[in-house]
């Protein structure tokens, strides 16, 4: 059976409609193909995300990222807080070797970074921890900086090292201004300088076992050739000379010749030696050997802040006495014998602070012990009422101590209850003098000898 179209009528796939444009003049004629948009109704395939979901990588990457310079400045104090808590004493091995170490590890990271400047791709072999190389760098310069300026605020009265800490730290937030940044490398070298002639100068007084002026110059000279070798290297990977005398050159040397500087004007403490404790008493006496007894008066109970003095810091005089200072002053184990000179200062109303004399040579040595050598100096006159001072330094003139104190006139005052402690040799701060009777032995008891009887008559 035959079906007849229209001649007029088209195929329903050749219609002239455009489509998704609805029809005007009302609604559309039956089998029409028209597709009609409506409105807020979306594809399904399109509501299904293509988007990769965020591995728990990614978002500890883009973590860091937003908190880059707050993570640098964790991992500088956090090498910081890591030599604070295990820091041994400066002529301990172990901690000469770990130091090293540190060092040729920031010089390898520091020539491996002007290897590969920003740009440059490091081979696949460092590709995987090649992104962390700021925070090792900052976490080795944080530790060593921090090794050192501890022993210097132990061979110091702590000011010093407190401003040398201050302007190492203001170096490493320099390095991260973009100024800075611009100029490439340039603090890290500097402080990398500064690190190697400090940990010389720690080494070298226990290797020759004495202090001077030629051991910290021979640091320096050791200093500047490690800062030669950098160079050497270095140009071999960038012939640039004015780059490497702008990056390198400059910073290292620079450096260098800061610290030599800081040292001839007496900034620098002489490392290794340190006072470990130093205090004003009434008396001091020597009992036995290693064992001294130290007398001062109590104080009220409610003059609270004499709780961290050491001894009588408020000294009051009565019958011409005269302050007895004493100290124990460490040297590593072999060192020669050696000299400071203890001086005495008064806060003068119109002169300022003015030399009492001279002062006082001592002649002390190593013992070998961790208590360090005791010794104790007078002023050899009555001091009059003030405030005073006592420092200790080398007889080069770096100071290694001071210790303030306030003399009082206690004239027909009455005197106090005494407060006697005892400095035995192994214990650094004194222990009161009943804690050091419990731990000695018992006298022995002696029979005492019988009367003698008159004879019978």
Not at 48 to 71: C, G, H, I, M, N
Request: some cysteine.
């Amino acid at each position: 059976m035959l079906t007849v179209t229209p001649p007029e009528s088209k195929p329903q796939d050749a219609s002239t409609e455009v489509p998704g444009v609805p029809v005007e003049g009302g609604p559309l004629p039956p089998g029409a193909n028209v597709a009609v948009a409506t409105p807020g109704v979306a594809d399904p395939d399109d509501l299904v995300s293509t988007e990769k979901t965020p591995t728990l990588v990614d978002r500890v990457q883009a973590f860091r990222a937003k908190y880059e310079k707050q993570e640098m400045a964790l991992f500088f104090f956090a090498g910081f807080l890591y030599d604070v808590l295990t820091l041994s004493p400066v002529d301990d091995a172990l901690t000469e070797v770990q130091n090293f170490v540190y060092l040729a590890v920031l010089a390898g990271l520091l020539m491996l970074e002007q290897r590969y400047p920003e740009g440059v791709e490091p081979p696949k072999l460092l590709g995987k921890v090649w992104r962390f190389r700021e925070d090792a760098l900052h976490f080795f310069m944080g530790s060593l900086l921090s090794a050192f300026t501890l022993f210097l605020f132990k061979s110091s009265s702590g000011f010093t090292p407190l401003l040398f800490m201050a302007g190492m730290f203001g170096l490493l937030v320099a390095n991260e201004l973009p100024r800075f940044r611009q100029l490439g490398p340039v603090i890290r070298v500097a402080v990398f300088s500064l690190c190697v002639t400090l940990y010389f100068a720690s080494l070298l007084p226990v290797l020759f076992g004495r202090v001077g002026w030629w051991i910290f110059t021979l640091s320096v000279v050791l200093g500047c050739g490690s800062v030669y070798g950098l160079l050497r290297v270095l140009k071999r990977w960038r012939p640039d000379e004015k780059a490497l005398l702008r990056t390198v050159a400059v910073p290292g040397f620079g450096a260098q010749a800061m610290l030599l500087g800081c040292y001839f004007l007496g900034v620098i403490p002489p490392v290794p030696l340190a006072v470990q404790y130093s205090g004003i008493y009434h008396q001091v006496e020597r009992l036995s050997p290693g064992v001294y007894r130290l007398t001062s008066e109590e104080q009220p109970w409610w003059k609270v802040w004499t709780a961290f003095h050491h001894g009588d810091q408020e000294f009051t005089v009565r019958n011409g006495e005269q302050p007895v200072y004493f100290f124990r002053i460490f040297a590593p184990k072999g060192f020669e014998s050696y000299h400071v000179v203890v001086r005495w200062f008064q806060d003068h109303p119109e002169k300022g602070w003015t030399a009492l004399g001279k002062g006082y040579r001592a002649s002390v040595s190593s013992n070998g012990s961790e208590g360090g050598f005791r010794y104790y100096a007078r002023p050899g006159i009555t001091l009059k009422p003030g405030d005073w001072r006592v420092v200790v330094e080398t007889e080069a003139g770096h100071e290694i101590n001071r210790l303030n104190f306030t003399v009082i006139d206690g004239t027909g005052t009455e005197k106090p209850t005494n407060k006697v402690e005892v400095s035995v040799l192994k214990t650094t701060k004194p222990i009161p003098v009943e804690e050091w009777q419990k731990s000695q032995p018992p006298a022995p008891v002696t029979a005492a000898p019988a009367a003698a009887t008159a004879p019978a008559p």
